[in-house]
């Protein structure tokens, strides 16, 4: 299976502006043969400010992507401000090649400073796509080694990483990546938008290896993914009882 991340400008502008660079990284992801693109985390709308309403799951982004979808011929996966019963939340649209929506995956982890505009989501996803199954992380999940390996027990063989807007160095970034991607023996994707000096957009395979890399040019990469690994990451050998406490509920 081909797949595809978009590493979008930092200057994107909103509505209309977005959808037409979104559709334009969608069909050139499906012309280099991809089946699934992978868009960063408010690539949709977004992020949130003292004006952005936010957008319902099933509102006008949502139904424009899944035409985007269709017509490009490609399952799409981006990120978008979402609003429901008055809560504003990071959210990501999967979408299939024939307009179906798979998923909507609420980002779980927020920043101190994001908790007074964003509620955090409540479930994680893991959504087949082709013939991978596919777990979604938005943005600042990646940081956390548990979500990744809670999607993979789950049945994730496709790690989808909806890069958020830059936080940290893309070394950084790369380094959580590749972590993600050896530590669960999957392979990864991750969206991202460019910034001067290197951007973190890339497709790993499930030893942490580079399969695309984007660098700090905007556009599309693709790759060719390879199988999951089976047994190599050591998934059978761990020892739950002695990390009980990371899973603890807080007093």
């Not at 499930?206 to 199988?227: F, N, Q, V, Y």
């Amino acid at each position: 299976m081909r797949v595809a991340a978009w590493q979008a400008p930092i200057g994107l502008g909103r509505g209309a502006d977005r959808l037409l660079a979104l559709e334009g990284a969608a069909r050139a992801a499906a012309g280099a043969g991809a089946r699934l693109l992978v868009a960063p985390e408010f690539a949709l709308s977004g992020p949130p400010g003292p004006t952005e309403p936010g957008s319902p799951s099933d509102g006008p982004e949502a139904r424009a992507l899944a035409e985007l979808a269709r017509s490009a011929g490609i399952a799409v996966a981006a990120g978008y401000l979402e609003a429901c019963t008055g809560r504003l939340y990071s959210a990501a649209l999967l979408v299939d090649h024939d307009g179906k929506a798979l998923a909507n995956y609420r980002r779980s982890h927020l920043r101190a400073v994001e908790r007074e505009r964003l509620a955090g989501g409540a479930w994680l996803s893991v959504m087949p796509v082709g013939d991978r199954r596919c777990g979604l992380v938005i943005g600042y999940d990646l940081r956390f080694p548990e979500v990744a390996r809670a999607l993979v027990l789950a049945g994730a063989d496709l790690l989808l990483c909806l890069g958020g807007r830059p936080a940290e160095p893309e070394a950084a970034l790369g380094a959580l990546a590749a972590a993600r991607a050896i530590e669960n023996g999957v392979p990864l994707v991750l969206s991202g938008w460019a910034e001067p000096g290197g951007g973190a957009a890339r497709i790993l395979g499930s030893r942490g290896e580079p399969l695309a890399l984007a660098g700090d040019a905007t556009g599309t990469i693709s790759a060719d993914l390879p199988p999951p690994l089976t047994g190599e990451a050591g998934l059978a050998d761990r020892r739950p009882r002695l990390y009980r406490q990371l899973v603890a509920e807080e007093p």
